[in-house]
């Protein structure tokens, strides 16, 4: 992360014309993963979160990186009223991905985990741009103010705070929409998702060992019971051949084929060719 904050200021550096090259720009950055610090946040431990809050504005503030997996603090205070479409969706800005082309911002359902905190903070505004007005200031520090309210919850501090609770949401998205929904929702691609934001989670392992799979429900069954109208057919034609085994030179093979049961709709086509005529 260092590496790439590093080219980012150099890069900016070389785009001004202020030095002519970038010392940083050969360096891999890539960002990696670490299982180990990721958290899932069930929806108990965020109620408990919810009713530690101090007041509307940080109940807001937790539903909508929890339930609306924004990157907080800048989506969240970035977010205005003219940005909220009541009829059920959120526009969301984001200064990390606005170098990209078109990624700017993107919208989000009003999902109603988050309604009743929206709206409660909207009945209490003053006039004004934004929707979270009394922790804008710079010497606000959400995170700090977040351990704060945890331990005031009985809830011990998990990692990376924010971070992992937007990881939560999308995990749970993933399991009800498909992938490419999801991201779109949450701003990032589905690279990204699978190597820093979707979770293994316990209940996954135990869905899975009380769910029997439809191979677990339907063992194997024997060659002769699993061909349905086939096996039949297939029993029917090696009765026919045993019956031809046993067809002596001196008998006619219609009046044999007649005697076994064998001489009905299904086998006309077999006894006029290769009917033999007796001695």
């Known amino acids: 992360k260092r590496t790439a904050n590093a080219k980012a200021f150099f890069r900016v550096a070389v785009k ?11 360096l891999k950055s890539t960002s990696v993963s670490n ?8 929806h108990g431990t965020v109620q408990k979160v919810l009713d530690a809050c101090p007041d509307a504005e940080w109940r807001l503030i937790v539903a909508l990186a929890r339930y609306g997996g924004l990157r907080t603090p800048s989506e969240t205070l970035a977010l205005t009223w003219g940005d909220i479409n009541w009829d059920g969706k959120i526009l969301v800005r984001s200064c990390k991905t606005e170098h990209h082309e078109g990624k700017e911002s993107r919208t989000i359902p009003l999902f109603p985990e988050i309604l009743p905190h929206l709206r409660e903070v909207f009945e209490q505004a003053d006039p004004g741009r934004y929707v979270i007005t009394r922790y804008r200031k710079a010497n606000c520090n959400l995170r700090t103010q977040l351990l704060r309210i945890l331990r005031r919850a009985g809830v011990s501090p998990w990692p990376r705070l924010f971070q992992n609770m937007r990881s939560s949401r999308e995990t749970e998205l993933a399991e009800t929409y498909p992938l490419h929904v999801v991201t779109a929702w949450m701003g990032n691609s589905k690279a990204i998702a699978a190597r820093h934001y979707l979770q293994v989670r316990d209940s996954d392992f135990a869905k899975a060992i009380q769910a029997p799979t439809s191979a677990a429900q339907n063992p194997a ?7 349905g109208k086939h096996s039949q057919t297939t029993d029917r034609d090696s009765h ?3 019956v031809l085994q046993g067809v002596t030179q001196g008998c006619d093979l219609s009046q044999v084929l007649t005697r076994q049961g064998i001489g009905d709709e299904g086998n006309r086509t077999l006894i006029p060719a290769m009917r033999p005529q007796c001695a």
């Open 221 to 227: 069954q024997p060659a002769h019971a699993k061909g």
């Open 16 to 26: 001004q014309k202020l030095i002519v090259s970038n010392p940083f720009q050969e």
């Open 240 to 242: 026919t051949i045993g």
């Open 35 to 42: 299982e180990d610090r990721q958290f899932f946040i069930d």
